[in-house]
């Protein structure tokens, strides 16, 4: 991938990172990570052979000592049929808010969320998630 934007829409890129780091996540969209040489060798050694059904997803590891992996997953995490928890969600968005707002704002933001639908009103929310920087600012 030449970008982050590619990178997040790159099964192969997604993959290798996976296998090579043991996670997926912002940071691994970075642009000195996106050309990492051990992340470009995993992904001139993936073939996508067919999406096959929606929500739907196979893979198959050939080891170099002759094994094969094999996992399927139907329908993925985050999807509507498997929806994530408030804890996983909460948590990610902390980590989406990492650098944009400050550790406290953050963490306030996280304990409105968590409580959303028993907010008497969202201004004070509003006013947190304003003061976040615009993506791309330093």
């Not at 400050?102 to 006013?127: I, T, W, Y």
Request: hydrophobic letters at 40%.
């Amino acid at each position: 991938p030449h970008d982050p934007d590619e990178g997040r829409f790159s099964i192969p890129y997604c993959l290798a990172t996976a296998l090579q780091n043991g996670k997926v996540g912002l940071t691994e969209f970075e642009d000195g990570k996106l050309q990492s040489p051990e992340i470009i060798a995993l992904i001139n050694r993936i073939n996508i052979l067919s999406y096959g059904e929606e929500n739907k997803v196979k893979l198959r590891i050939h080891l170099k000592n002759g094994k094969v992996l094999e996992a399927e997953k139907i329908p993925a995490k985050g999807s509507v049929d498997v929806p994530t928890g408030i804890e996983e969600t909460l948590a990610k968005f902390a980590a989406c808010s990492s650098g944009l707002l400050s550790p406290g704002l953050a963490a306030e933001a996280v304990q409105m969320l968590g409580k959303f639908d028993r907010l008497a009103n969202v201004h004070r929310l509003m006013e947190i998630l304003s003061q976040g920087k615009e993506v791309g600012e330093k």
